[in-house]
């Protein structure tokens, strides 16, 4: 790691600047999201400055999943996923599904999704939501690449549709896991990822979690800002705009090891493994500081 200090800026509080003692795979940035748009190289400069070396960008649908694929040819260290989110399966037709199978052929694209089910708000109707999904489980056994997943309230539900596609699908994460111990151990049972956010760190809502973290097998657990949302509610200072972003990371990694009762940087270490073994990163390390000088810009 280079000096710290010059790579930070002014933007993250002092206590902010966290720094994780091995290099950190975060599998969930929403940067293609409008308020990354002003600070975007500053933003991947505190990441790196954290030591959270590579970014898997969420694509949650064809305009952020191009613009996510187009970020990750820009800049090492990023990758994308492509998809549909459960919010946006109204849309769904034949021409999103060409788009789709255009960019799952990508190389920057790791990933099929954001995908799945969402009962909790139901921005498309369930019938709607389950036809995208099911799509989209059928462009991931094409494709042979991993699902990223996303489930609020629907969790019988998304297994029930996952237990048919199972054995033609490649590895799938739920990520921002967030359900209960029944749930959890159904996902298991499938052979199913966990993506953590920093949800555990809400003391209103993520009780629960605390007590089922030290249940997901280090081999199938990942970690995520789901940033600019889901800021964690427990940082020690104050961040202006109260926007999350993968610099942030470490903060959440070392809550999670704090529950599971074992050192940050044994859990740094074996997300980061299992992350790259998920989404098929090649063994090399994103040695950002290499190529900062000849800035891969445009
Ligand atoms: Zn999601």
């Not at 950190?24 to 954290?50: K, M, P, Q, Y």
């Not at 599971?260 to 940087?265: L, S």
Request: aromatic fraction near 6%.
């Amino acid at each position: 790691m280079a000096d710290t200090t010059d790579t930070f800026d002014e933007f993250l509080p002092e206590a902010l600047r966290f720094c994780s003692p091995a290099p950190l795979v975060d599998i969930g940035a929403n940067l293609t999201h409008a308020s990354f748009a002003r600070d975007l190289e500053a933003t991947l400069r505190r990441a790196w400055a954290a030591n959270v070396t590579t970014l898997i960008l969420t694509g949650t649908d064809r305009e952020h999943a191009e613009q996510a694929v187009a970020l990750a040819r820009r800049h090492p260290g990023l990758h994308a996923t492509a998809g549909v989110h459960p919010h946006d399966a109204s849309r769904w037709d034949t021409a999103q599904e060409a788009a789709m199978r255009a960019l799952h052929r990508q190389p920057e694209v790791v990933a099929v999704g954001e995908c799945g089910l969402d009962f909790n708000r139901n921005f498309s109707t369930p019938t709607e939501q389950e036809r995208a999904f099911e799509a989209q489980l059928g462009l991931a056994a094409e494709s042979g690449k991993p699902l990223f997943l996303h489930e609020r309230d629907a969790g019988r539900r998304l297994r029930e549709m996952l237990h048919a596609w199972r054995d033609d699908i490649a590895d799938a994460v739920v990520h921002c896991f967030t359900a209960d111990r029944e749930t959890l151990y159904g996902y298991l049972d499938l052979d199913l990822h966990i993506g953590l956010t920093g949800w555990l760190c809400d003391e209103r809502r993520g009780h629960h979690l605390r007590a089922l973290v030290g249940e997901i097998p280090l081999d199938r657990l990942m970690v995520e800002t789901d940033c600019p949302y889901l800021l964690p509610r427990n940082l020690p200072a104050k961040l202006k705009g109260r926007r999350h972003e993968p610099a942030l990371l470490p903060w959440i990694v070392r809550e999670i090891a704090h529950w599971r009762g074992m050192p940050e940087t044994e859990l740094a270490q074996a997300t980061t493994a299992t992350a790259r073994a998920f989404f098929r990163l090649d063994e090399t390390i994103d040695d950002h500081h290499a190529l900062e000088e000849g800035h891969r810009d445009g």
